[in-house]
């Protein structure tokens, strides 16, 4: 049984980094066709996915955050990690982990995998603030 | 980017009425579509993926149908545990993914 666990700083100042990692208890590099993704919900807002990234280090990033998000992943340390730059207030949200499952079906007759994000981290609140 | 466009932006229901919700994409993406369920203070919960597959543990009055750009999740018997909000997500080839703007179901 995965679980995932954010962690980091609850409070960031205007400019700076948010950093954030989080750590997966169980199988992280199972069998299957796993990547992990990042996210975040402003208090009141929808859900907006930040990107992901592979067991690998892959990774694939919203476009609207692309030039100031970065992820990793520390498989010996079974953590993963989102790097997000030049923050402002509108980056005040919760901020979750979650495995993006993957699976290929000859019903979607594409080649594409079918991704869903099917185990999640609890969530951690980040403040921009002075 | 795909964009998902959800409808009803809320609804209030009782207690053991049939809802449903839609959600359409800005082009078409097969089967591509998971639905995800969302309370306040609580993570998302993936309930139906890959359009009309319910996911291990949830409540078969649960029900995802479509394909190409016009999706449905019914709920034939709304549950006290139901009130919540609802986001479609879309997960077409290559990311970024997307999700529609939220269906709150509220009590009537």
């Known amino acids: 049984q995965v679980q995932l666990q954010e962690s980091g700083p609850g409070l960031v100042k205007p400019s700076q980094t948010l950093s954030l990692t989080c750590t997966v208890s169980?199988?992280?590099?199972?069998?299957?066709?796993?990547?992990w993704s990042w996210v975040r919900q402003p208090a009141g807002k929808g859900l907006e996915w930040i990107g992901r990234v592979s067991s690998s280090g892959g990774t694939d990033y919203n476009p609207s955050l692309n030039s100031r998000v970065s992820m990793s992943v520390d498989t010996s340390k079974n953590q993963l990690s989102l790097k997000l730059t030049s923050v402002t207030a509108a980056d005040t949200a919760v901020y979750y982990c979650a495995r993006d499952s993957g699976f290929w079906s000859p019903h979607s007759l594409s080649n594409y995998y079918y991704y869903y994000m099917d185990v999640w981290g609890t969530g951690t609140t980040v403040t921009v603030s002075s | 980017d795909i964009q998902m466009t959800q409808s009803p932006s809320s609804l209030s229901a009782s207690v053991g009425d049939r809802v449903t919700i839609t959600c359409r994409a800005s082009?078409?993406?097969?089967?591509?579509l998971n639905w995800y369920q969302k309370k306040p203070g609580k993570a998302p919960k993936v309930l139906v993926y890959a359009a009309s597959s319910l996911q291990s543990g949830v409540p078969s009055r649960f029900n995802g149908s479509g394909s190409g750009t016009e999706f449905t999740l019914t709920i034939s018997s709304l549950q006290p545990e139901d009130f919540a909000t609802y986001y479609c997500q879309q997960s077409y080839g290559h990311p970024p993914w997307t999700f529609g703007q939220g269906t709150k179901v509220e009590i009537k």
């Open positions: 169980g199988d992280f590099s199972s069998n299957g066709f796993f990547y």
């Open positions: 082009q078409g993406i097969n089967t591509f």
